[in-house]
């Protein structure tokens, strides 16, 4: 990364944080419960954001930080890696609900269940980025049992739905 981009992108970071900081509130009206409630809330999670920033290094198998995979944020890919996760475990929840039902209606235990492992993969993904996710569960050590877990989902479905 050249000298001028670096410097470019710390004078927006700084801007970041700055403009965030002076969001104060004004009013002079007594603050409520959920007012006070929500710059508790927003200040927790600004001093947590400022805390990890520097501790959570996205890297890919050269040792290169892969700032911009989409030009996501840390904090967007935790909040994708959260609602993916969350998604997949719904789905989970669902299977789970119809699994006495699995003897007269399989499909929808087999496509929830599909459902909530793809949710999951792609929240890892998401988290780690698409291309070290793939290079990581498709190593040599990984290979077999990447294959018969893909393996096994592909032929689930093709014999409960077709």
Known sequence: MSSGEQQFRESLRSFRWASSSNNTNISTSKPT????????????????????????PLTNNNGEQDDDWFTLTRWQRLTGFGILFASGALCFLIAFVSLPLLAINPRKFVVTYTMGSLLVLSSFAL????????????????????????????????????
């Open 127 to 162: 988290l780690h980025g698409p291309l070290a996710h793939l290079q990581h569960i498709f190593s040599r050590e990984r290979l077999p049992f990447t294959i018969a877990y893909l393996g096994s989902m592909v032929a689930t479905l093709y014999f409960a739905i077709g």
């Open 33 to 56: 419960p959920f007012s006070r409630l929500a710059e508790n809330t927003s200040s927790f999670f600004g001093s947590i954001g400022n805390r990890v920033q520097g501790y959570l």
